[in-house]
């Protein structure tokens, strides 16, 4: 652009200065908000735990939410999300009839705003959440289990639902499906779908319980 005037030239180059000095600004401010997010609400859940198995939260949408509770409503056993986040998945099981249903949450600030969801709900006496490592907790009384995780941990918790679950326990996975074990039902599309696993424990799980067995779910 050209300017006969110098003074309207410097004008216009103070003020491209200015966007540039804005832009500068906006970058490091949204940059130490994403710090401070980080340092402050998930760094402390993620503290003990190897970097390739931290899933950050993302919580279920509502359709996600019913999704779940399609696969797995009516079942008999405790019902367990594992990384339960703000406990929305734990909440609706319960409210659906799973008892007991547990939530197991590494943040401690998300287990705090799932107790006091339960609260606001009239259910702080009826479902539980932990501040527990979900790779640290036993899983041999779990028949329903419900996970939101990232693809990259998933081959790992084949592994310890394998080698931990009673037989007769299903395994609800949302977002992505397990790696190599086959659904006994999908629901769902796109990054709403859940899919459902009927688990084939190990060597090491524990006997069916009497309750289960007439009731395949
Ligand atoms: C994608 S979010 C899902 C949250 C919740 N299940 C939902 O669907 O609304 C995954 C959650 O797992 C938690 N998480 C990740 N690693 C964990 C671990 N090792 N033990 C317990 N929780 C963990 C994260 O803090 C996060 O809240």
Not at 54 to 71: C, K, M, W
Not at 105 to 112: A, S, T
Not at 121 to 134: F, I, P, T
Not at 144 to 172: C, H, I, Q, T, Y
Request: aromatic fraction near 8%.
């Amino acid at each position: 652009m050209e300017h006969d005037d110098p003074g309207e030239a410097l004008a216009e180059l103070r003020e491209r200065r200015l966007g540039a000095l804005e832009l500068l600004q906006a970058a490091a401010g949204s940059g130490l908000a994403v710090y401070a997010v980080w340092a402050l609400l998930l760094q402390p859940g993620f503290r003990r735990v190897p970097l390739r198995l931290q899933v950050p939260y993302i919580g279920a949408n509502a359709r996600q939410v019913e999704h779940v509770l399609s696969l797995l409503r009516g079942r008999p056993g405790k019902m367990v999300d594992l990384g339960s986040g703000d406990g929305r998945i734990v909440l609706a099981a319960h409210q659906c009839g799973l008892r007991p249903a547990v939530g197991y949450e590494l943040n401690p600030w998300l287990v705090g705003l799932a107790r006091l969801h339960a609260w606001r709900a009239g259910y702080a006496r009826s479902v539980c959440y932990y501040r527990e490592d979900l790779w640290k907790v036993s899983l041999k009384d779990c028949y329903n289990v419900s996970v939101f995780l990232a693809p990259s941990v998933l081959p790992l918790l084949e592994d310890k639902l394998r080698a931990e679950l009673p037989s007769g326990a299903r395994v609800v996975s949302g977002r992505f499906p397990l790696p190599t074990w086959q659904p006994v039902a999908v629901v769902g599309e796109g990054l709403d779908r859940v899919w459902a696993y009927d688990a084939t424990p190990g060597p090491s799980s524990t006997t069916v319980p009497r309750t289960l067995v007439s009731q395949p779910g």
